[in-house]
């Protein structure tokens, strides 16, 4: 069997830096722990995916029909062109999931042929349900930032895949900690760290604990008359970030002009959308994020606000599925941190957006860590720049659409 080339993986559409791949070695480490097992590749979900190093690596092995979920649009994207660049067919099938329409992507050789990698089957893309996991018996890890995270994942493991369901979870050493061991404790009675192997380290979880009736999120928490509901992937969880308090502050101090149509890109929680939409109950707002816990915890935090019928929450990469000029106020509080990397890219992704989205005279307002002076920047993306708000760690700027 031929080597898998990760070489030829890309991140596009994420930020491509010379500091930022496509695969790393626990990628590597999964792949050879997966290919030692005697399990069928339908009896193999992969969470965290990033950009389809794990997934295709094992197609490409034969282990065809893997079900797959990935937290991050950009992640999605980049798993489909990657597979279609090595000529992989790939169903992006999430039944149910409006934002996500069933796509095929045809093979690069004619048939008959073989590429040489093995690919003929497709593989699934899920969301972190129980359609993801019944029947499991192998579920292969890339461990997540948050502990929250970990403990959702590991519950929903616990709680819909086989019995005797192993799970394979692998992070950097560098930003691995026992509290991990400890938090899959909770969900399955052995739990085995194996040797650092290449700076990187596999955790083996197997004999799933009985499980609680109710999840242990997404969970609730109350500010001030705002409900804030998130799944454990979400960015700050239900507690209100210091930077959207900030931004809130500013926006009731100096509010912005009539804004019938308003978007809160990269909404988390939703928090921004939906203080707004309570405070401008004339207002039409989009809110829209490239994390699948976060849409699905803004989806839940709308809810709980009683404003469905004026909030839309949809899961795309910076916007890119919504029409050009078409928001009168956009309301942003970037990301500095790409993964376990500090990198401004996916910020300026996000003004880039803005810049798009907003009509001439439209206005931004940004909230960001003020050692990241982002306002020069944003005078030359979007359009004239001022700062509207200053505390010792956070800026508030507003800019204007530039005509």
């Known amino acids: 069997m031929p080597e898998f080339p990760y070489s030829r993986l890309r991140r596009w559409p994420d930020v491509e830096a010379d500091n930022l791949q496509a695969h790393d070695a626990t990628d590597?480490?999964?792949?050879?722990?997966?290919?030692?097992?005697d399990v069928a590749g339908s009896e193999t979900v992969v969470i965290g995916e990033e950009y389809g190093a794990i997934t295709l690596a094992l197609v490409a092995a034969g282990r065809h029909g893997i079900r797959v979920h990935q937290d991050l649009a950009t992640g999605r994207r980049a798993l489909l062109?990657?597979?279609?660049?090595?000529?992989?067919?790939?169903?992006?099938?999430?039944?149910?999931?409006?934002?996500a329409p069933v796509r095929r992507v045809a093979p690069q050789h004619a048939e008959g042929e073989s590429d040489g990698l093995g690919f003929d089957e497709p593989f699934r893309l899920r969301e972190l349900d129980a359609e993801l996991l019944t029947g499991a018996k192998l579920v292969l890890l890339q461990l997540p930032k948050a502990l929250a995270e970990l403990e959702e994942i590991a519950d929903a493991v616990a709680r819909w895949a086989a019995p005797d369901v192993v799970?394979?979870?692998?992070?950097?050493?560098?930003?691995m900690t026992l509290t991990q061991n400890?938090?899959?404790?909770?969900?399955?009675?052995?739990?085995?760290?194996?040797?650092?192997e290449r700076k990187s380290r596999l955790i083996v979880a197997s004999e799933a604990l009985p499980v609680p009736v109710d999840p242990p999120?997404?969970?609730?928490?109350?500010?001030?008359?705002?409900?804030?509901?998130?799944?454990?992937?979400a960015f700050a969880g239900a507690r209100l970030d210091i930077g959207t308090r900030v931004l809130l502050d500013a926006l009731r101090a100096q509010p912005p002009a009539a804004a019938p149509r308003v978007l809160d890109l990269g909404c988390g929680t939703g928090a921004l959308a939906?203080?707004?939409?309570?405070?401008?109950?004339?207002?039409?707002?989009?809110?829209t994020?490239?994390?699948?816990?976060?849409?699905?915890?803004?989806?839940?935090?709308?809810?709980?606000?009683?404003?469905?019928?004026?909030?839309t929450v949809t899961h795309d990469d910076a916007a890119s599925e919504l029409p050009d000029a078409s928001f009168d106020v956009i309301l942003?509080?970037?990301?500095?941190?790409?993964?376990?990397?500090?990198?401004?890219?996916?910020?300026?992704?996000?003004?880039?957006?803005?810049?798009?989205?907003?009509?001439?005279?439209?206005?931004?307002?940004?909230?960001?860590?003020?050692?990241?002076?982002?306002?020069?920047?944003?005078?030359?993306l979007v359009g004239a720049t001022v700062q509207v708000e200053r505390t010792p760690k956070f800026t508030v700027t507003r800019s204007i659409r530039s005509s």
Not at 274 to 287: G, K
């Open 217 to 233: 999120y997404p969970v609730t928490a109350q500010h001030d008359g705002l409900t804030l509901v998130a799944h454990g992937g």
């Open 167 to 175: 799970l394979v979870a692998g992070g950097r050493v560098k930003h």
């Open 182 to 196: 400890e938090v899959l404790g909770r969900s399955f009675a052995r739990v085995q760290p194996q040797r650092a």
């Open 332 to 380: 942003l509080n970037p990301p500095f941190h790409l993964g376990a990397s500090i990198h401004t890219g996916a910020a300026t992704r996000l003004f880039e957006a803005a810049a798009r989205l907003l009509r001439p005279g439209g206005e931004l307002f940004t909230v960001y860590n003020s050692s990241l002076a982002y306002r020069p920047e944003l005078t030359r």
């Open 28 to 37: 590597l480490l999964l792949v050879e722990r997966a290919l030692a097992l």
């Open 289 to 311: 994020d490239r994390s699948a816990a976060a849409v699905a915890s803004a989806r839940a935090t709308v809810a709980a606000n009683g404003v469905a019928d004026r909030v």
């Open 274 to 287: 939906v203080s707004y939409a309570l405070a401008h109950p004339d207002a039409r707002v989009t809110a």
């Open 81 to 99: 062109r990657n597979a279609e660049e090595l000529g992989l067919a790939v169903a992006d099938g999430r039944d149910g999931d409006e934002d």
